[in-house]
């Protein structure tokens, strides 16, 4: 008989959920992180006081009630409400693009204004790519003109993507931005969810509630193991992290970008004007792409300013990179669907990252 029936790769919100239901249903997991802490990109470090997200701002949002009344049973949740403001040289437009955005762009006051506006911006763009000979957007800088017009494109798209990805916007595919929210309406609410909120206190309440009761191992990188050790432990393995690498990149490798988070302490309780707000600084214009401010300006005396920005995830020895966070989709993995049956057993659902942009799971059974 085996240790366990879970191994569990990872200890974000996916397999902290996932043990914290398999432990209440008496199954012997053990949860393994590479990291010397719990939490996967939602952890929480202390910075004088205040509850800083240490791999950028995660704001939990649902529309499920069951869901939310979950979370809030084991951590109370605030209220919050994510409303981003963007600074193209030192104007502030609302995102996501709405009303209040196009008043500050043109100075329109109703949604027949502004959709006059837009329309006659669209319809500049599927002219220039007629002309061009295509009526089809072939990549997301035309994506993104036809959905939205020249002038949000230049001044809240462009830099911000270019420097998000690390790539220019005419080299990345037009799906990326196909999503792109447009409302009607002065609503400056990035959601649409019913519930949103981070837990009072920091995620790593919420973490440490899901694995009480059950073992933990940190600073255990799955992959510095044979397989073959992993297959003595447990029955099954549930892994969260990048899918090339779970099969030693054989099928080829997801074209991963890094952030880089740099934490800087303001002397002011309200450096941003928010008690707690994202700021995008859509052009090139400094170093980080947005600065994101965690904290209580009623109650706190400094802020918390942590900048990112985007690089190739590769190390100088060939190696990945720390916080793979961003899976570019300019290099993608086509074979791997064909390539699953000659897996051994069951092939689990593979999935490039465009299927899935932020995390890639999967149960693996081993017998």
């Known amino acids: 008989m085996k240790p366990y029936d879970y ?55 649902t529309s499920n009630k069951k869901v939310w009344d979950f979370v809030n049973a084991i951590v109370p ?18 995102l996501p693009f709405n009303m209040n955005t196009f008043y500050q762009m043109w100075g329109v006051t109703t949604p027949d204004e502004a959709l006059a506006k837009l329309n006659e911006q669209k ?17 997301l800088e035309e994506q993104a003109k036809v959905l939205i017009g020249n002038d ?5 798209i462009k830099g911000y993507t270019e420097k998000q990805w690390g790539r220019k916007c005419a080299e990345l ?19 649409n969810d019913s519930y949103q909120g981070i837990p009072i206190g ?45 099969f030693d990149f054989r099928f080829g490798r997801l074209d991963f970008r890094t952030v880089r988070f740099e934490t800087e302490v303001k002397p002011t309780p309200n450096y941003q004007a928010t008690p707690s707000s994202t700021t ?31 690089a190739a995830n590769t190390a100088p020895n060939g190696n990945r990179a720390s916080n793979p966070i961003i899976p570019s989709t300019t290099t993608r993995t086509t074979h791997w669907p064909n390539a699953t ?21 999967m149960i693996w059974p081993l017998s």
Request: net charge positive.
């Open 7 to 61: 191994l569990i790769v990872g200890s974000g919100l996916f397999g902290a959920t996932f043990a914290h239901f398999a432990h209440k249903q008496g199954k012997r997991c053990l949860v393994i992180d590479k990291r010397q802490h719990l939490g996967g990109n939602v952890y929480c470090e202390n910075i004088k006081g205040i509850n800083v997200h240490k791999y950028g701002a995660h704001i939990f949002h």
């Open 77 to 94: 949740f605030n209220r919050y409400t994510n409303a981003p403001v963007a600074n193209y040289k030192g104007k502030l437009y609302n």
């Open 123 to 139: 319809a500049e763009a599927m002219a220039k790519m007629k002309s061009e000979g295509t009526t089809e957007p072939r990549n």
């Open 152 to 156: 949000i494109y230049e001044k809240l």
């Open 173 to 191: 595919p037009a799906f990326i931005i196909k999503r792109l929210p447009v409302r009607m309406v002065f609503d400056n609410n990035y959601f």
């Open 202 to 246: 920091g995620y790593n309440k919420l973490i440490d509630a899901l694995l009480q009761g059950i073992e933990t191992k940190t600073d255990t990188d799955f992959f510095a193991r044979e397989r073959s050790y992993w297959a003595t432990v447990a029955d099954k393995i549930v892994y969260t992290g990048q899918l090339d690498e779970f």
């Open 280 to 310: 995008p600084t859509p052009p090139c214009l400094t170093p980080a792409s947005s600065s994101t401010s965690i904290s209580s300006c009623s109650v706190k005396r400094s802020t918390t300013i942590p900048t990112r920005s985007s």
């Open 341 to 361: 049956e000659a897996l051994p057993n069951k092939s689990p659902t593979l999935s490039s990252a465009a299927d899935s942009p932020s995390i890639n799971t």
